[in-house]
């Protein structure tokens, strides 16, 4: 079983920035894929960027493309995401997600079977 645990939402002005964590833990797993997601409540689940620890690939939706980076710390098991240039848009509760057995930087929260309890980011206009 892997356990994701998120920190790092907040409020903040658009323009400005935040950084969201996603610590994985459990006993014999090895994540190979760390995204995250975000929603609003009535909708859906909408992708926003993935992070493939093997070769460090990573893959962005084309609303947060140039303006979020996806990272990882292997050491610390830990995924990143640094929102700059945040817009009111972007506000939503953010879903870290991960999966260990296939490296495939999918889109789909359906292939993600671990999810954190999510972080409220809200940024005013």
């Known amino acids: 079983q892997v356990q994701l645990a998120e920190s790092g939402g907040g409020l903040v002005q658009a323009g400005g920035s935040l950084r969201l964590s996603c610590t994985a833990s459990?006993?014999?797993?090895?994540?190979?894929?760390m995204a995250w997601f975000r929603q609003n409540p009535g909708q859906d689940d909408d992708f926003v960027a993935a992070?493939?620890?093997?070769?460090?690939?990573?893959k962005y939706a084309d609303s947060v493309r140039g303006r979020f980076t996806i990272s990882g710390n292997d050491i610390e098991n830990t995924s990143y995401l640094q929102m700059n240039n945040l817009r009111p848009e972007d506000t939503a509760v953010y879903y870290c997600?991960?999966?260990?057995?296939?490296?495939?930087?999918?889109?789909?929260?359906?292939?993600?079977?671990?999810w954190g309890q999510g972080t409220r980011v809200t940024v005013s206009s």
């Open positions: 992070f493939r620890w093997s070769g460090g690939l990573t």
């Open positions: 459990g006993r014999n797993y090895r994540t190979s894929v």
């Open positions: 997600a991960a999966r260990i057995l296939d490296s495939d930087l999918s889109t789909n929260p359906n292939e993600y079977a671990y």
